[in-house]
């Protein structure tokens, strides 16, 4: 099975920085991480939507799961 994507990086971006900035950052997420690198690593790519992944994931970690810090 092959999946074609039909748009463009620029329109991939602005999709995904959109649905970034809906997130509740107050949520809590059903996500086990083990360690931040893989997350400070997205900081440092040169792709400001991967920072604000990035970001997000940093500050709802440490406001919902503060805890377990």
Known sequence: MTWKVEL???EVV???ES???RWDVKCER???YR???PILRLLT???QVCQLW???A???LTTVYRKFL
């Open 8 to 10: 463009s990086r620029a």
């Open 14 to 16: 602005a999709k995904l």
């Open 19 to 21: 649905s970034i900035l």
């Open 30 to 32: 059903n996500i086990n």
């Open 35 to 37: 360690s931040f690198q």
């Open 45 to 47: 790519v040169d792709i």
């Open 54 to 56: 990035a970001s997000w």
């Open 58 to 60: 940093l500050a709802n």
